[in-house]
Nanobody
Framework: QLQASGGGLVQSGGSLRLSCAAS????????MGWFRQVPGKEREFVAA????????YYTNSVKDRFTISRDNAKNTLYLQMNNVKPEDTAVYYC????????????????????????WGQGTEVTVSS
């Protein structure tokens, strides 16, 4: 129901935009997020966005470089990746979380993979130095 795309090979300092298209149901009222994973490591939180798009959250290592956004009319989530670095190399997954959280606790829940109910299949990003 979630299809991630847009991954590929990019040089360090370059840009890439990932997309996550939903099908079969709408996710316009759910929080969504991006995670990434490298072999042998746990899935890592990258960014999250509330259902309205009004609030966004990032892990420190991507702040000021990545931008998460969504187009609810198209039922699509995006991750704009600028100034990418070799350490951004990973498989990137989009996910949807159908639970509701208060503003105070939102980041706590949204940054945990266990909070998410639906996952895309992943798209691979490789950053060359």
């Amino acid at each position: 129901q979630l299809q991630a795309s847009g991954g590929g090979l990019v040089q360090s300092g370059g840009s890439l935009r990932l997309s996550c298209a939903a099908s079969g149901r709408t996710f316009t009222s759910t929080g969504m997020g991006w995670f990434r994973q490298v072999p042998g490591k746990e899935r890592e939180f990258v960014a999250a966005i509330r259902w309205s798009g009004a609030s966004t959250y990032y892990t420190n290592s991507v702040k000021d470089r990545f931008t998460i956004s969504r187009d609810n009319a198209k039922n699509t989530l995006y991750l704009q990746m600028n100034n990418v670095k070799p350490e951004d190399t990973a498989v990137y997954y989009c996910a949807a979380d159908t639970s509701t959280y208060s503003s105070i606790t939102y980041f706590y829940h949204a940054s945990r993979a266990s909070s998410y109910d639906y996952w895309g299949q992943g798209t691979e990003v490789t950053v060359s130095s």
